[in-house]
């Protein structure tokens, strides 16, 4: 079984008394081996995890900039199999740093649950996000990936019910992620309110960690966040960075942004 990465790492946060900071990106963008030389960049700037991105053709749960990602990498031919491969090189280069996938069920459907969680627990993978998976459906795919120590994180929105709350939270392990906003990935301004608010609710039923997403762009988003959070997540705002830069100036410019996001000095 795989060891508790993401445990491990949670627990450090609070030990240390400083918000977390996992990011987000799309597997095979601008290339397989960009996300090769951006894992690591990215963990010695000061992120706690990665979300990795399974491309997928309808990422309805997207924005523009994820969108256009996720298009660029199947024009590549990026598959869930090389997003396994991908973590299974990238386990030896970052071995304390939770690997999550975050994608739509369709492909993991599609791979077949049980290939998908012995395939996951072969690579290291720790845990994944599936986008569009309602939390009443997800038995299947935990009875196939829980034993083997991958954990299903469950997503919550400002606009789930008490009892989604109260289901989320019973079953929950590895963190909880919540959705700050209704409505798709995307940077803004600031961060919504309904993402704290949500925050509060899940924490009076449980003690995993909570991670705010959706929205978040700035340190200072970060730092707000985490006040009652455990952990901010940064999607967008890298990936533009990622889809903008030069291929030369990419890991600088990808690796300055978190930096910045974790509140380390920039160089």
Request: proline letters at 6%.
């Amino acid at each position: 079984m795989n060891t508790d990465r993401i445990k491990q790492k949670f627990e450090d946060i609070r030990r240390e008394g400083r918000p977390g900071l996992i990011v987000f990106l799309t597997v095979g963008v601008p290339d397989l081996e960009a996300t090769m030389e951006l894992v690591p960049a990215l963990v010695e700037a000061g992120a706690d995890g990665i979300e990795l991105g399974v491309p997928f053709s309808d990422p309805l749960g997207d924005g523009p900039v994820i969108q256009e990602s996720n298009f660029k990498a199947l024009q590549r031919g990026v598959s869930l199999v090389d997003c396994f491969e991908t973590v299974e090189k990238l386990r030896g280069k970052v071995p304390d740093t939770p690997l999550v996938f975050m994608g739509y069920y369709n492909s993991i459907y599609n791979y077949g649950l049980d290939g998908f969680g012995e395939e996951a627990r072969r690579v290291g993978l720790d845990g994944v996000i599936a986008i569009d998976l309602p939390h009443d459906e997800v038995k299947p795919l935990a009875l196939e990936c829980e034993p083997r120590g991958v954990h299903i994180i469950p997503l919550l929105a400002p606009t789930s019910t008490e009892e989604s709350v109260k289901a989320a939270c019973a079953d929950a392990t590895g963190f909880i992620y919540c959705v700050s906003l209704t409505g798709v990935t995307g940077a803004r301004d600031q961060v919504a309110s309904g993402g704290l608010d949500l925050v509060d609710r899940a924490r009076a039923g449980t003690t995993v960690p909570l991670a705010v997403g959706f929205g978040i762009s700035k340190r200072e988003h970060v730092v707000d966040v985490c006040r009652k959070a455990d952990a901010a997540v940064v999607g967008s705002a890298l990936v533009r960075v990622m889809l903008e830069s030069p291929r030369g100036q990419l890991i600088k410019r990808a690796s300055r942004l978190v930096a910045e996001l974790a509140g380390k000095p920039v160089s």
